[in-house]
């Protein structure tokens, strides 16, 4: 019969995988107001900030301990729109001549982005926004949006405080 092991037994026998563990999301705290956007994300940073911040908010996948997390997102899709960019401009590969032939070399710019890409994909599997790891995440409970009170529950509101 199979038996149950813990994490802190597979820890200590080194046979632990992090990436089997589903994290936990933080319970949405229905007080928390959604923050604003840092000064320090302009350009593609604001716009991916935009875009995606109330999705996320809305679903409860992100509360604000997680904010900080997100600005790096955010700026990782900064720094990965502005390379390809670049690599619009310089392209990926250059020619060089060798004493007997021409060789293809890629530019610094598309390494960059290459490496760039990578840090990004994880960025967006840790908040749920791949396909993937949307479906490994556990459902997230929505916070509760501005409900519309009839008459009455407002006045017996007002009544209480």
């Known amino acids: 019969m199979n038996d149950v092991v813990s994490n802190e037994t597979k820890l200590a026998r ?4 992090k990436s089997r563990v589903v994290a936990a999301i933080v319970p ?3 007080g928390e107001v959604i923050p604003r956007r840092p000064s320090n994300l302009t350009g593609y940073a604001a716009k991916f900030w935009k875009r995606h911040l109330q999705r996320l908010w809305d679903s409860g996948r992100i509360s604000m301990g997680q904010i900080p997390g997100f600005e790096l997102l955010c700026d990782s899709y900064k720094s990965m729109r502005e390379l390809e960019d670049a690599v619009k ?3 990926s590969f250059y020619q060089i ?3 007997f032939s021409k060789k293809w070399v890629e530019t ?4 960059a982005l290459q ?3 990578k840090t990004y994909f994880k960025f967006m599997s840790d908040y749920g926004m791949t396909s993937v790891s949307s479906k490994r995440m556990p459902p997230a409970k929505p916070r509760e949006k501005g409900k519309v009170l009839s008459l009455g529950d407002f006045m017996e509101r007002g009544n209480r405080k």
């Open 115 to 117: 490496r760039e890409r």
């Open 89 to 91: 401009d310089v392209g």
């Open 28 to 30: 949405a705290d229905p």
């Open 97 to 99: 001549k060798t004493q």
């Open 108 to 111: 610094p710019q598309n390494f």
């Open 14 to 17: 080194g046979t632990f995988k």
